[in-house]
């Protein structure tokens, strides 16, 4: 008879725990209880990429320059987490949260948005957005 744990691993494969785990933490670290009753209106996407892992430095400086451009100069940018496999570094997971559709809508428009679209056209292999709404949050204080 199989254990618990083994049952567990047999429904889920490693990629799928990573990405579930570092959305459970993320979520944490990024809001509390107030944070979660004045933002009813962002948006929160996971973004599952698979990137070409040849080109995945390529593609890490194009991502560390659109993330910090982003959360710099748009006021409705308010958090980027990218996590990548540790068994398959060329998967990517970010987590995304803008304050509201329209800061969303701006940010696809923005020219650094673009730049990393167009540099990564051929890095990314595969794109999966996946739109979320936030449960439960759980932080320190200080966080």
């Known amino acids: 008879m199989k254990t618990f744990k083994t049952a567990i691993k047999s429904l ?3 990629n799928t725990w990573l990405i579930l785990i570092a ?3 993320i979520l ?9 009753a004045q933002h009813k209106d962002q948006i929160v996407r996971i973004a599952k990429i698979e990137v070409d892992p040849a080109q995945i430095e390529q593609y890490n400086t194009a991502l560390k ?3 910090t451009t982003a959360v710099r100069v748009e006021p409705g940018v308010l958090t980027y987490y990218a996590v990548a496999d540790k068994a ?3 998967h990517i997971t970010i ?11 701006a940010h696809i428009q923005t020219p650094h948005f673009k730049k990393y679209k167009a540099t990564v056209e051929h890095i990314v292999t595969k794109l999966e957005l996946e ?3 936030l449960v439960r949050v759980a932080k320190k204080p200080e966080m």
């Open 65 to 67: 320059e659109q993330m």
């Open 28 to 36: 944490t670290l990024c809001f509390n209880e107030k944070a979660m």
């Open 88 to 90: 398959t570094p060329s």
């Open 23 to 25: 959305t459970i933490g």
């Open 95 to 105: 987590f995304e949260i803008y304050a509201d559709t329209a800061a969303y809508q």
């Open 131 to 133: 739109d979320v709404r």
């Open 12 to 14: 889920f494969n490693n």
